[in-house]
């Protein structure tokens, strides 16, 4: 990977991650909704389990179906969400339960870029004011140096500045998401949530916030969470990767590691899915492997690991036993080696009972 | 009048758009967001309508739809669908016309939804109204609806309501409703933008054999270049309100004849330049409000000459099939064969 060898100046990242300030961590967070009729109550278990660290100048990459949890982790770390168990610690302080005092410290130094880019922003409220909100909110900057903060953020975003006074009903789709994006980096966070961030742009514009937030992360050191569907998007910024499953982690690591070598046969699943941006790979999306049995659903999840009914690996143990987020056994580094492993920096945990099987079983076929 | 009436032909194109133009006159100003373009979509085809943030893509979609408000002005030589001639409707045959053989997939999935009633009686609505289903019916199509756009245990999640359910399933909630009566021509407005592969794979397959059985016509509004090259038959592209080029997918893909066309086509991310900056088109869209004289493209493109900067290109066929609006395609084309 040639980015190693380049001269890093900057003494923040020339640490390793992990030795870096933990900034935001989650232990074990859960949370589940109740839904359906009242005579008929259905329990829905978004998140079952998760835990993160989060350090200073860190790009964790989230990916996984729709519907696996990722927005409901997303809340929960910003505080938007209450977690019904499991604890929550900014810069060393546990949050999980935030008193007033300790949301306003997460008020401004958390922030979060919503992937519902209309409702998330007030249709009443000029763009500007929108953007201006949480300085307000903070009561940093007078009035005057916030509209002045307000037109450098519009165009950080690729937005005229003279777009302030206007309301978000007249913007476009992208250009609302930008407006989030600009509101989310007002108060210069330390920790930034981006839950579908980019999903709304035009590749350009894309790239654009994309180079925006590397950018910011290289100059003021902020942790970012960067919530995809976009498998190469993730590839591109992320440090680490977490693959998400109906609420818990699959797989956790570096991003080459992850998608180099995949361990969890749901993450070897999702990455054969990746579609080619090349027109001659037409009709690839629809003929690689579609996984198999029902779409995964978070009420009445599946006992043991929650993908066996989907699984080509699941023995009874799986039917039975949740497995633990665990490093991989490997025997020697010859047997590293042919498992396609990676000798140094390899740092990954898979959620798998037989998650050598299937990394031996990848080697084969690849 | 019956609508039906009007379709006696049966090769009427699936949308007909001649010289669309939609200005916004709220405000004081007015701003010209769409400028006289032309939009064909065959029975049984699928078009993409490409453009960067802003270019007028959404709003394309609404004016043909009718759906737009009193500070909105729409001008078109002729807006027909299936046949249909949607100018000279009233606002109520407008209404039973969608759903029934026009529908759009808006942008926006939660706010196109109703937030107090539940999507089984949303889905379901539609059923009652059009095809005068009992209740009970109705909520077995919506159910069915439901399974159709991969949300699991449909059974049981159609009593919850739109803010319980994950972004990607509410866009796959839009979908089934736009879906649900069949029509004729669909515009689907950024429907997989918030969707995994996995799924985004199985609603263009969705769509894919509507189009094949029902012969529907579908206008796929997207940024993502990988949807467009998946499933496109033809595709158009928009910049600063107006079609820039258009053509058949393939021939436009492997040989773009606008330089925006090429530029967007150069910004895609791909692995294995991580951590790398992307490639990005230089500047920022225009803004409706000021689009620079000659090619509004001109500030931004790197193959701009004098006559750029003065005289606006106008779209005219370069090849067979496919046009572009650039005073270079010629050279750009011959560049990129060689
Ligand atoms: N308020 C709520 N009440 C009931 N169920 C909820 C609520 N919020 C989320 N859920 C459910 O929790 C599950 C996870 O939702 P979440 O929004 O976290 O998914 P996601 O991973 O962000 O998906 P997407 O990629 O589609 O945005 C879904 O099944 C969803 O229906
Ligand atoms: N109600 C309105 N009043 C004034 N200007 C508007 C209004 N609605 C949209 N616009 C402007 O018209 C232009 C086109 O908007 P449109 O929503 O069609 O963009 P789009 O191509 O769909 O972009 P995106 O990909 O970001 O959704 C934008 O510059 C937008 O700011
Ligand atoms: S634990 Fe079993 S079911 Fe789960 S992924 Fe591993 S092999 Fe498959
Ligand atoms: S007309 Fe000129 S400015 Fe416009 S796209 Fe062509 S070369 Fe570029
Ligand atoms: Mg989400
Ligand atoms: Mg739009």
Redesign the interface.
């Known amino acids: 990977m040639p980015s190693s060898v380049e001269p890093v100046l900057d003494p923040l990242f020339s640490t390793p991650i992990t030795e870096r300030k933990l900034v935001l961590e989650a232990r074990d967070l859960r949370r589940t909704f109740t839904s359906g009729s009242r005579l008929n109550p259905t329990r829905v278990s978004a998140v079952d389990g998760v835990s993160l660290q989060l350090h200073a100048g860190e790009t964790l990459g989230i990916v996984g179906e729709s519907g696996c949890g990722k927005s409901t982790l997303a809340r929960m770390l910003v505080g938007l969400e209450r977690p019904d168990g499991g604890s929550l610690t900014y810069h060393g302080t546990d949050v999980t339960r935030a008193r007033r005092s300790d949301r306003r410290l997460l008020r401004t130094g958390v922030q979060m870029i919503f992937q519902d880019p209309y409702t998330s922003l007030d249709p009443r409220m000029s763009v500007g004011d929108i953007i201006a909100e949480p300085m307000a909110a903070t009561r940093s900057a007078s009035p005057a140096a916030r509209r002045e903060r307000v037109a450098e953020l519009l165009g950080l975003v690729g937005l005229a500045p003279d777009m302030m006074s206007r309301y978000p009903h007249q913007f476009s789709g992208g250009q609302r998401q930008r407006i989030g994006i600009a509101r989310a980096l007002a108060l210069d966070p330390d920790v930034l949530v981006c839950d579908e961030a980019v999903s709304a742009l035009d590749v350009s514009v894309q790239a654009q916030v994309i180079n925006l937030l590397g950018e910011l992360q290289r100059r003021l050191g902020v942790a970012i969470m960067f919530i995809a569907h976009d498998l190469s998007v993730v590839r591109h910024i992320a440090d680490n990767v977490a693959v998400m499953y109906l609420g818990r982690i699959a797989e956790q690591g570096g991003t080459e590691t992850v998608y180099g070598s995949p361990a969890h046969p749901y993450t070897q699943a999702l990455l054969s899915a990746t579609p080619s941006h090349s027109r001659a790979d037409r009709g690839k999306l629809a003929r690689r492997r579609i996984l198999s049995g029902e779409p995964p659903s978070p009420v009445n999840p599946p006992t043991g690991c929650r993908f066996n009914p989907r699984c080509w690996l699941a023995t009874d143990e799986c039917r039975t036993t949740q497995p633990p987020l665990r490093e991989i056994a490997v025997a020697s580094p010859t047997v590293a080696a042919d498992l396609g492993l990676r000798p140094v920096g390899e740092s990954r945990v898979v959620a798998c009972h037989h998650a050598e099987k299937a990394l031996q079983e990848a080697a084969l076929v690849g | 009048m019956d609508i039906r009436e009007t379709t006696a032909v049966d090769e009427v194109a699936a949308l007909r758009v001649r010289d669309l133009s939609v200005t916004?006159t709220?405000?004081g100003r007015e701003v010209r967001a769409v400028r006289g373009i032309d939009l064909d979509v065959a029975k049984g085809e699928f078009v993409a309508l490409?453009?960067?943030?802003?270019s007028g893509?959404?709003?394309t979609a609404r004016a043909i739809m009718g759906l737009t408000d009193e500070f909105t002005r729409v001008d078109a030589a002729e807006l027909r669908v299936s046949g249909v001639d949607i100018q000279a409707l009233g606002e109520n045959e407008r209404r039973m016309m969608r759903g029934e053989r026009m529908s759009l997939v808006l942008?926006?999935?939660?706010?196109a939804l109703n937030p107090v009633m539940t999507i089984g009686n949303q889905i379901g609505e539609l059923f009652r109204v059009h095809r005068g289903s009992t209740r009970k019916q109705a909520r077995a199509s919506a159910v069915e609806l439901l399974g159709l756009v991969?949300?699991?245990?449909p059974a049981?999640?159609v009593?919850?309501y739109p803010h319980?359910?994950?972004?990607?399933?509410r866009q796959?909630i839009l979908i089934a409703m736009a879906i649900a009566l069949e029509p004729e021509m669909l515009i689907a407005?950024?429907p997989t933008?918030?969707?995994?592969?996995?799924?985004?794979?199985?609603i263009?397959?969705l769509l894919g054999s509507l189009r094949d059985q029902l012969g529907m016509g579908i206008l796929l509004i997207t940024?993502d270049?990988?949807?467009v090259?998946?499933v496109a038959d033809r595709l158009a592209v928009m910049y600063a309100g107006r079609i820039v080029e258009r053509g058949d997918?393939?021939t436009v893909?492997?040989h773009p004849a606008h330089p925006y066309t090429e530029?967007?086509l150069r910004?895609?991310?791909?692995?294995g330049?991580?951590?790398?900056?992307?490639?990005?088109?230089p500047g920022?869209?225009p803004?409706p409000a000021q689009t620079p004289p000659g090619c509004s493209f001109n500030p931004r493109c790197h193959m701009a000459i004098d006559i750029c900067r003065t005289v606006r290109p106008p779209l005219v066929d370069v090849a067979d099939g496919r046009a572009s609006a650039c005073h270079r395609s010629e050279e750009l084309l011959h560049a990129l064969v060689s």
Do not use: C, N, W, Y
Request: no cysteine; glycine share 12%.
């Open positions: 916004f709220g405000g490409l453009g960067e943030s802003g893509k959404s709003v942008q926006d999935a939660l706010s991969g949300i699991p245990a049981k999640r009593d919850d319980q359910f994950s972004g990607g399933m796959r407005d950024e933008t918030a969707l995994d592969v996995t799924v985004q794979a199985q263009l397959d940024h270049l990988g949807v090259m998946e997918a393939d893909l492997d530029a967007l910004s895609v991310p791909e692995a330049i991580r951590g790398r900056d992307l490639m990005t088109i920022s869209p803004s």
